[in-house]
């Protein structure tokens, strides 16, 4: 709930996870707890540890709780999973108690697994912090660079404030990125806003209100930095024209800043405060280094170390022909290596791999018969309404949409084929499924494969609108 510095009764706040294993997070913050020796940190660990426990905090206690958050995670290298709970944590404690609070923590699991590199992403991050009094950092890349994945790296080391912009699931307005980040902020400080001011979501009034509240709570050479994930996907549509992208504040305050990502695209941002970008494809050297590391990283696992030794040309030769094909594409290497081990490619050397990341997806487009004749409509449209849907949608809806009669099991095959291409949630029971990547999005939208699929996006957002249509007006 948004709280109060005391609160009238001692009131339980229920709290869950989006973690995949709560159970990995509590053993890993028990850990933490058994080697510290400092007291008061030591309390600091036992508390968030019991609440996480429990999944419940007394209101009396969750501002306390709240701005633990932080301080823990920034003390101590704790593992993604305890980090996921943490910020999840904060974010339910700092949310009114009639909402839904975007929780972060499976995403940041994920997207930092296996991470490796960035040195000089960090480094100028920590740059930025130390030379202006506050400002905007923008770190800009093609898709598939790991921008998200720095971004949920970057909070899992400091615990700072975040939001995530991901267009597939729906979570795209300046509406929502006030609300998560309001929610937080109020209890990553503390701060006295028991309610959220129904306009609050009109304007970066309120935003830039808390920014200055926070601000002030915190020790003046401790800087409150904000991470937002994917300018670019953002829909400012709901915004006037006239107004930065989020209502972002064109003056921050004093110690107060803003780490973001994009694409190479223009965002809608006027800034006064000090504004820089770093472009990560200006860093060939690095990015080639690291995405050898990561490659390196994986050659532990059994199955891929076996084809690189036979058909790679060795371990070594693998990993720099591996880092070559893929174009320095993070996301490239997420797809293609775990295909190497299912056996996809394991008759072919290195010099048979798809070269980047786009030509990968059209490999697997037609491997999964898409451009058969006659066309796969059902498949093409299933596919197809995945990507195009401002949401995650339930495998009963899929079956819905569909032109000709469709029973789910044949939408589940169409699933599995695809699988390493998406997100799933469980929401109400059911589970949900999203694109994993805007990149197969993009590739999807390309003329060539709207054409060859015999159908328009257009005509697929008829049928969602459709779909949308019968199920509320028709029921």
């Not at 935003?207 to 200055?212: C, D, E």
């Not at 305050?253 to 820089?276: E, H, I, K, W």
């Not at 200006?282 to 990561?294: F, I, L, M, P, Q």
Request: one cysteine or more; glycine letters at 6%.
């Amino acid at each position: 709930m948004y709280l109060s510095p005391v609160a009238a009764d001692n009131v339980n706040i229920s709290f869950s996870s989006s973690s995949a294993d709560l159970g990995q997070a509590l053993s890993q913050l028990q850990s933490v707890v058994e080697r510290e020796s400092e007291a008061g940190e030591r309390a600091a660990l036992d508390e968030l540890l019991a609440v996480l426990s429990s999944q419940s905090v007394a209101d009396t206690a969750a501002v306390e709780v709240g701005r633990s958050v932080r301080r823990v995670v920034r003390r101590f290298d704790l593992p993604a999973e305890a980090v996921a709970a943490l910020v999840d944590l904060r974010a339910q404690v700092g949310s009114a108690p009639e909402t839904m609070p975007h929780l972060w923590g499976a995403l940041i699991a994920d997207r930092t697994r296996e991470f490796v590199g960035r040195r000089y992403v960090f480094e100028a991050i920590d740059e930025f912090l130390t030379e202006n009094q506050c400002g905007y950092l923008v770190l800009q890349g093609d898709p598939g660079m790991g921008k998200s994945a720095i971004l949920a790296e970057y909070v899992r080391r400091t615990g700072c404030v975040v939001h995530f912009n991901v267009r597939s699931v729906g979570v795209s307005s300046a509406a929502q990125f006030i609300r998560s980040v309001c929610a937080q902020l109020v209890a990553d400080v503390g701060l006295p806003h028991p309610v959220m001011p129904s306009n609050a979501v009109d304007s970066g009034a309120f935003l830039l209100s808390l920014l200055v509240d926070a601000r002030q709570r915190l020790p003046k050479e401790e800087p409150l930095v904000i991470a937002v994930d994917a300018l670019d996907e953002v829909d400012g549509s709901a915004q006037p024209d006239v107004a930065n992208l989020l209502f972002l504040p064109p003056v921050l305050p004093d110690g107060v800043f803003f780490v973001m990502t994009s694409r190479n695209v223009d965002v809608r941002l006027v800034a006064q405060s000090p504004y820089r970008e770093l472009d990560l494809m200006a860093h060939g050297t690095e990015n080639r280094e690291d995405v050898k590391a990561y490659v390196s990283a994986a050659m532990s696992r059994p199955e891929l170390a076996a084809w690189a030794r036979e058909y790679g040309g060795g371990v070594d030769g693998a990993i720099s022909d591996l880092a070559e094909r893929s174009e320095d594409n993070f996301m490239y290497l997420r797809y293609v290596m775990p295909e190497i081990e299912r056996g996809a490619y394991r008759r072919f050397g290195t010099d048979r791999l798809p070269r980047g990341l786009e030509n990968y997806y059209g490999d697997h487009w037609r491997m999964m018969g898409m451009t058969a004749r006659p066309l796969p409509r059902t498949k093409l449209l299933i596919v197809f309404t995945l990507c195009e849907a401002r949401q995650a949608v339930s495998r009963s809806l899929l079956a819905s949409i569909a032109t000709d009669p469709v029973d789910e099991l044949t939408v589940q095959e169409v699933l599995d084929e695809w699988k390493q291409f998406l997100h799933e949630e469980r929401v109400l029971g059911q589970t949900r499924y999203s694109p994993y990547h805007t990149s197969f999005r993009d590739f999807l939208h390309r003329k060539d494969i709207v054409q060859a699929a015999g159908l328009t996006i257009e005509w697929v957002h008829g049928q969602i609108a459709d779909l949308l249509w019968r199920t509320t007006f028709e029921q």
